[in-house]
């Protein structure tokens, strides 16, 4: 059997870089040099400067770019340093057209830095084709789609988005931090570049910040590595195999959370304090064909409404079980305050067009059990009506 044919998780164990060469070590060897001697004064070996090129981030570049399906993957020092390089494809004078409810340091790198070098950007609500369709300018030479989008978990169709760039020659990025290739794989569906933050579900532990690209096509991939290697931005060694290490049990956290995501999601639809529940898993969701087409799964992120933003202050005060924190894709559950957040970028007037309210948190559902969970969340659920009931009282 060849490594290609082996199914996605025995893939994230037996790879190229499962045993080393050298030593048959069964970890990949971490490559502090940052130069290498060159033994010929006319031909220089593969390594020459570890910014250009490392065998530690290349070992996890390889393995990326298997599992996304591409031709080269790239690590970067973080994923807006993956994303901000991959803007860098684009020149002054281009358009963008992109998800409206982006992660905020996305939302951040458009408004701020790329409208300043001149590259004009339309936000959409990706899931409306006609309003990507109208968007459309005779400048736009990159669709940056988020799916599912960051916070309210809207679905996008990348195969129909891919298409409608190519008819007009531009590129398709998506950001897939969220589902990762164990469950969404955007190049099959048409896309040209896979942009991650490692510092996610692919490393796991909340114990690394990094990001990493991927690309379809050798002639993006020079275009890309060129980028990289000037603009500079690349990952760590000891960061490199903390995301290699973590990528070996991505497929069993993502299960179990995914799992236990779907039944939260379940509980707080059915409590009357929670006004909305946003997860592609739960039936109603107006995406939810979409989404078993274009995906294995829903992945282990929801987002939730409760009555108003007293009650967010009362149920964060209350929980016990999840950290409250920014980021997602740990092994514990992160519960988290876009408005304050993930978010905080985007000014309030802007958040609240996109429907990210100050009464809306997002849960990132680790690897507890999900009784446990659900017991926590139902206590701290308790707490609010208290204090509704005791300000009632005072009224
Ligand atoms: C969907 C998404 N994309 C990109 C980023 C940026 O990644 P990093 O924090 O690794 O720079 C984040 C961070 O939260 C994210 O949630």
């Not at 956290?253 to 236990?260: A, F, P, V």
């Not at 926590?376 to 204090?387: G, T």
Request: charged residues 20%; glycine residues 6%; hydrophobic residues 40%.
């Amino acid at each position: 059997m060849e490594l290609e044919e082996y199914c996605f998780e025995t893939k994230l164990l037996h790879n190229r870089h499962k045993v080393d060469s050298v030593t048959g070590a069964v970890s990949v060897p971490i490559q502090h040099a940052s130069t290498f001697h060159q033994f010929d004064i006319d031909q220089f070996g593969k390594y020459d400067y570890a910014r250009s090129l490392n065998p530690t981030r290349e070992a996890l570049e390889e393995v990326i770019a298997e599992l996304e399906g591409g031709v080269k993957g790239f690590a970067f020092s973080s994923g807006m340093a993956a994303i901000s390089t991959a803007f860098l494809l684009l020149s002054a004078g281009d358009h963008v057209v992109i998800t409206e409810d982006v992660y905020g340091g996305t939302y951040r790198m458009v408004t701020e830095v790329l409208s300043r070098l001149g590259i004009e950007h339309s936000f959409v609500d990706m899931t409306d084709l006609d309003q990507v369709k109208q968007a459309i300018k005779p400048n736009t030479k990159a669709f940056y789609v988020e799916t599912p989008s960051n916070p309210l978990l809207k679905v996008t169709d990348i195969k129909a988005i891919s298409q409608m760039a190519k008819e007009i020659g531009a590129l398709t990025f998506v950001d897939n931090t969220f589902q990762t290739p164990a469950l969404q794989k955007p190049l099959e569906l048409g896309a040209d570049v896979v942009l991650h933050s490692a510092t996610k579900f692919l490393s796991g532990h909340s114990d690394v910040v990094a990001g990493l690209a991927v690309v379809k096509d050798k002639g993006l991939a020079n275009r890309l590595g060129f980028l990289q290697n000037s603009f500079g931005a690349v990952l760590g060694v000891q960061d490199a195999w903390l995301v290699l290490r973590g990528l070996k049990t991505l497929h069993v956290r993502l299960e179990h959370s995914q799992k236990s995501a779907l039944q939260i999601a379940s509980f707080l639809e059915k409590h009357p304090l929670v006004k909305n529940v946003f997860y592609p898993g739960l039936p109603n969701h107006p995406q939810r064909e979409l989404l078993d087409v274009q995906t294995q799964g829903a992945g282990a992120v929801l987002s939730f409404e409760l009555v108003d933003e007293e009650a967010v202050r009362t149920f964060v005060e209350s929980v016990k079980l999840p950290v409250f924190a920014v980021s997602l894709g740990a092994v514990e559950s992160i519960l988290s305050y876009p408005a304050k957040m993930s978010h905080s970028a985007m000014p309030q007037a802007e958040r609240e067009k996109r429907g990210i309210k100050n009464s809306l948190l997002r849960l990132s559902v680790g690897l507890e059990n999900p009784a446990d969970l659900i017991r926590d969340f139902s206590q701290a659920l308790e707490q609010v009506q208290q204090k509704k009931l005791v300000l009632q009282q005072g009224e």
